[in-house]
């Protein structure tokens, strides 16, 4: 059965998340890549 995501996504989840969508080829919105960022490490902006 598919792996469904959870609708509250961790930091490290976000994460990998972008991690895993890179290496597919996909590419973010600049706006969803720094929302992504933010979520993993908030203190470094």
Do not use: M, W, Y
């Not at 959870?6 to 989840?13: L, M």
């Amino acid at each position: 059965q598919p792996h469904v995501a959870s609708t509250t996504v961790g930091p490290r989840t976000a994460a990998q998340l972008g991690d895993v969508l890179a290496a597919e080829g996909v590419v973010l919105p600049r706006e969803i890549r720094e929302a992504l960022t933010d979520a993993s490490s908030p203190t470094v902006r």
